[in-house]
T-cell receptor
Framework: DQQVKQNSPSLSVQEGRISILNCDYT??????FLWYKKYPAEGPTFLIS?????DKNEDGRFTVFLNKSAKHLSLHIVPSQPGDSAVYFC?????????????FGQGTTLQVKP | KAGVTQTPRYLIKTRGQQVTLSCSPI?????VSWYQQTPGQGLQFLFE???????NKGNFPGRFSGRQFSNSRSEMNVSTLELGDSALYLC???????????FGPGTRLTVL
């Protein structure tokens, strides 16, 4: 039973355009969500997070949107750059949070074409 | 500030052997979590340690164990290795009370 799902295995966008990566979850006890980026042969790198009491969080080119009623979150990257090409994972933490356990989606491979 | 370090980076073992992986968290981080990444299952939570105590455990057999030392460094051990244990093992550290975890580069374990 996959509690966090990233239904698009891959996404290709042109440099300068917007990249939108999607993530759905089933567990209503999740109260904190994170996005990570992963390059081959490296560990995941933390990008941005959002608490369930918010619906949007912004950090530079990265914005995460949370729709609790739909159990859906998305990561927007604007503008996309070739260096953004990587695998992106969404992850969730169950309430009570801070238990050190993150549930990850399967990842979406983003390719940004020059 | 130095990141999370993991040793060794690569390891080749044979079935039935045991292996110990090491993780040094970011200075000041007292929580250490371990994950297994495989192509089929993605990133799966193994266990988490805080103040030398295991606080949370994932759905892995008892062959997988870990510990944390007083300096927050952590080790995980896999006994009686199976072919299916071949994976990237990732360690992550975080500040107490924070969800954001910061990952090391991982240890690539191959079981032959």
């Amino acid at each position: 039973d996959q509690q966090v799902k990233q239904n698009s295995p891959s996404l290709s966008v042109q440099e300068g355009r917007i990249s939108i990566l999607n993530c759905d979850y089933t567990n209503s006890m999740f109260d904190y969500f994170l996005w990570y980026k992963k390059y081959p042969a490296e560990g995941p790198t933390f990008l941005i997070s959002i608490s369930s009491i918010k619906d949007k969080n912004e950090d530079g080119r990265f914005t995460v949107f949370l729709n609790k009623s739909a159990k859906h979150l998305s990561l927007h990257i604007v503008p996309s750059q070739p260096g953004d090409s990587a695998v992106y994972f969404c992850a969730a933490s169950e309430s009570p949070s801070n238990t050190g356990k993150l549930i990850f989606g399967q990842g979406t491979t983003l390719q940004v074409k020059p | 500030k130095a990141g999370v370090t993991q040793t060794p980076r690569y390891l080749i073992k044979t079935r039935g052997q045991q292996v110990t992986l090491s993780c040094s968290p970011i200075s000041g981080h007292r929580s250490v979590s371990w994950y297994q990444q495989t192509p089929g299952q993605g990133l799966q939570f193994l266990f988490e340690y805080f103040s030398e105590t295991q606080r949370n455990k994932g759905n892995f057999p008892g062959r997988f164990s870990g510990r944390q030392f007083s300096n927050s460094r952590s080790e995980m051990n896999v006994s009686t290795l199976e072919l299916g244990d071949s994976a990237l093992y990732l360690c992550a550290s975080s500040l107490w009370g924070r969800n954001e975890q910061f990952f090391g580069p991982g240890t690539r374990l191959t079981v032959l």
